[in-house]
């Protein structure tokens, strides 16, 4: 599991950061959403990976260390609601650079 | 201080009415009663953050507001935290956005769309981000002052400003994952988020985990160098600070100190001043980076010909000389740096006023000789009177000169202004430090007179360029008393920040005796039996 889900953050990064420093705005937008679910997915694992355990306690005679930890999920939370907003809002940006340049290259000179 | 503790919040919520406020009442961007409205919200966050301010002067130094949100156990809530070091910034930002708002209130309001929302956002994001003790509502703060800087860069439109905003946004979000990643590891090590805590548990941090725990550190430090610009991570600011509206940019010179004022908060509490093995983590690095930073700004600024970047390269020097003051970690050079933070924020801020009123004033040919000296001496002084657009004044260009000439003494630092006493306490604190003076006592000492030197001559170039060649003679010049007015009390401010230096001085030494003992702040957050 650890090493699924290390891989997995890696790829994407991996694939982000690429994406990112490329020229055109498309792939600049799909690498940051890249990155985005990488840094994610990292938040995640940093409550420790658990299997089948739930986040929310119940009932008060509960063992804590049956549950897994509630506070990165609920930072993920955070950062998928703002990472989406902030996508959405370059998605504008960047159709207006087109709009105005002619041009999808992030300088807006055309090549 | 316990009915006081309540003001902790009010200059996050005033900001926030105030964009509500707007939002319900929808775009009245000719409506005057609407503009006054949102100018009163802004006075009235000037007033909060005043008795913030004289409230924590007056009670001992050790004293702070304290607001749990929601009145959660303070370690699992958030918690907002008011010392003297928030105070201070607070009251800045509140001075810089009640002037760069009534400026933008004289035209620029009406350039685009949803003006004041954005303005207030942005004012509500920077006094979070000033105000929060928890490192993840802290990058909430952030995202919520980035979200409105983006929309308020974009303010205007125009090919040049969108294409310098895209750059802005794409840069900004990269580092936003940076600070993410940062706070991951840290939790992930510390298993807290409350700032205080995390400095409370450093100490005990396994020796297995200590690896991730400083990579953690080191990737949030990266995150917060973008946003202070710092070199060689400053590049999108010129372009972005000289193509923004310029009250915007106004607002925009508080944003790099956000930056400064999160290194020199986590870097005093949590990671230079403990003992062991975590004794000044970085310290080398952030002093490197210091002088890269100056040096560059000051290049920046011989070599920029048009006043807005050069502006924004004096927001480079500044932000070089903080990130050297915080490397040096002395209180002494703190106290300097604290003083420099607001008297640099606010000639900043004033500067990138006066240059959209000097652009009003240059007849279109003397613009042009701005960016392009290749015309230099052959340009004939006409004065458009089609264009006159107010009264005009008398003396304007005087009035207008001795502006420029305040705002270039205080950011070359030269006496008898704030920007010379500010550097002054810095220097004469680093050489008081140690017996001996070091080698980073030189550098320092190098590189602020140094880069007072450069900017003064790019200043007076620039002055020389703009007042003695191409402005056309006195009397015939059209300057709106909302747009004068404001870049005036800025600058009265630095002249009064030199008269009164004595009590400044006395309540910044105050302030950075506070945040370098971090054990009062720990103390004061955090529940005492919590406390080992």
């Known amino acids: 599991m650890e090493l699924t889900l290390a891989i997995a953050i890696g790829v994407l990064s991996a694939s982000g950061v690429y994406l990112l420093l490329r020229p055109r705005t498309f792939q600049v937008i799909i690498g940051l959403s890249l990155v985005s679910y990488a840094v994610n997915l990292f938040i995640l694992s940093m409550g420790r990976l658990r299997m089948d355990a739930a986040p929310i306690l119940s009932g008060a005679d509960a063992n804590i260390a049956d549950y897994a930890d509630p506070v990165p999920q609920a930072l993920v939370l955070t950062a998928i609601v703002i990472g989406f907003a902030m996508t959405a809002l370059f998605l504008v940006v960047l159709l207006a650079a087109r709009g105005l340049s002619g041009s999808d290259h992030v300088d807006g000179k055309g090549d | 201080m316990t009915g006081m503790n309540h003001i902790a919040i009010l200059p996050i919520l005033i900001p926030m009415a105030a964009m509500v406020f707007n939002l319900l009442v929808g775009d009245g961007r000719s409506n005057r009663r609407i503009i006054g409205i949102n100018i009163g919200f802004s006075v009235l966050l000037l007033l ?334 006409v004065l458009d009177e089609d264009q006159e657009v107010s009264r005009s004044f008398p003396a304007a260009a005087t009035l207008l000169s001795w502006c420029f000439a305040i705002a270039a003494l205080v950011m070359a630092g030269l006496p008898p202004l704030s920007g010379f006493l500010s550097k002054f306490a810095m220097l004469s604190a680093a050489f008081g430090a140690d017996n001996a003076p070091t080698a980073a006592t030189w550098w320092i000492t190098g590189a602020l007179i140094v880069s007072g030197l450069f900017v003064l001559i790019a200043m007076v170039r620039n002055g020389i360029n703009i007042f003695w060649t191409s402005l056309p003679d006195d009397g015939g010049l059209a300057l709106r008393p909302l747009e004068i007015g404001p870049i005036m009390v800025l600058l009265a401010l630095c002249v009064l920040m030199a008269v009164f230096a004595g009590p400044a001085l006395s309540y910044f030494a105050d302030t950075a005796a506070f945040i370098h003992a971090p054990q009062n702040y720990i103390d004061l957050v955090l529940p005492q039996e919590d406390t080992p």
């Open chain 2, 48 to 381: 909060v953050s005043i008795l913030l301010l004289t409230v924590l002067a007056q009670s001992s130094t050790a004293a702070a507001a304290v607001y749990p949100l929601g009145n959660w156990p303070v370690p699992f809530g958030i918690v907002l935290v008011a010392d003297r070091l928030a105070a201070v910034m607070v009251l800045t930002t509140s001075i810089l956005s009640l002037a760069a708002l009534i400026f933008a209130s004289a035209r620029w309001h009406s350039r685009g769309t949803n003006f004041f929302p954005l303005f207030h956002a942005l004012v509500m994001g920077l006094n979070g981000a000033f105000l929060t003790g928890d490192l993840f509502n802290l990058f909430v703060f952030f995202e919520l002052l980035l979200a409105a800087s983006y929309g308020l860069a974009l303010h205007g439109g125009g090919r040049n400003r969108v294409r310098a905003a895209m750059h802005y946004i794409v840069i900004n979000l990269v580092a936003s994952f940076l600070f993410l990643i940062g706070v991951a590891l840290i939790y992930g090590t510390t298993g807290t988020l409350n700032m205080a805590d995390i400095a409370r548990a450093v100490p005990h941090i396994a020796a297995d985990d200590l690896g991730l725990f400083e990579a953690g550190v080191a990737v949030l430090g990266i995150a917060f160098l973008i946003k202070a610009g710092s070199w060689p991570l400053h590049f999108w600011l010129p372009n972005t600070y000289s193509s923004a509206a310029p009250p915007v940019a106004a607002l925009f010179a508080v944003m790099t100190k956000v930056g400064f004022y999160a290194i020199l908060r986590l870097w005093t509490l949590v990671f230079a001043n403990q003992t062991g093995p975590e004794l000044a983590f970085g310290q080398n690095v952030l002093f490197v980076l210091g002088i890269a930073t100056v040096a560059y700004g000051s290049v920046g600024a011989l070599s920029s010909k048009a006043l807005d970047r050069l502006a924004s390269y004096l927001i480079l020097v500044s932000a070089g000389t903080l990130l050297l003051a915080v490397a040096y970690n002395v209180p002494g050079v703190t106290t300097g740096a604290l003083y420099y933070v607001v008297v640099a924020t606010l000639a900043a801020g004033a500067l990138f006023l006066l240059k959209d009123v000097i652009d009003q004033v240059l007849p279109a040919e003397a613009q042009i000789l701005a960016v392009s000296l290749e015309f230099y001496g052959d340009e004939e002084e």
